[in-house]
């Protein structure tokens, strides 16, 4: 690994890697500090956290939860479990249990487990 160089010792980067200006701003929305796991409807804590950074300039941006193996485990038991009752919801429903997630609705990927689905 002569010309790259390893960072938080998860991934490895070219040392001579610069990047060109960046328009992105911060400004328009708004970022937490540190985001959990989110499994079965629930904020879970993980033991691990590594800090996501600004492709602008390489400042932190924030802390984010690092599922274990444990963790994977849960949520796919958890997901596997609510699918007969996703697949079988109308669009109307996925679109409106979509738009009730927690947070923001422009976060698409962030879906809430509901009641009904468990």
């Known amino acids: 690994m002569t010309d790259v160089e ?16 960046a328009p992105e701003s911060t400004e328009i929305v708004k970022l937490q500090d540190r985001y959990e796991l ?4 629930k904020w879970v804590a993980a033991k691990e956290h590594f800090t996501t950074l600004s492709p602008r300039d390489e400042s932190p ?3 984010v939860a690092q599922a274990s193996e444990a963790d994977v485990h849960k949520a796919v038991a958890v997901a596997r479990e609510a699918f007969p009752a ?7 429903v996925r ?9 923001s609705p422009r ?3 962030r879906v809430r487990s509901d009641a009904r689905f468990l």
Do not use: C, M
Request: glycine share 8%; net charge negative.
């Open 6 to 21: 390893k960072r938080q010792d998860r991934s490895p980067v070219p040392r001579d890697w610069t990047y060109a200006p």
């Open 38 to 41: 989110f499994i079965g409807g």
């Open 86 to 92: 996703w697949a079988n919801a109308s669009p109307e």
């Open 107 to 109: 976060q698409p990927h």
């Open 95 to 103: 679109s409106s249990t979509n738009e009730a997630s927690e947070g």
């Open 61 to 63: 941006l924030a802390e």
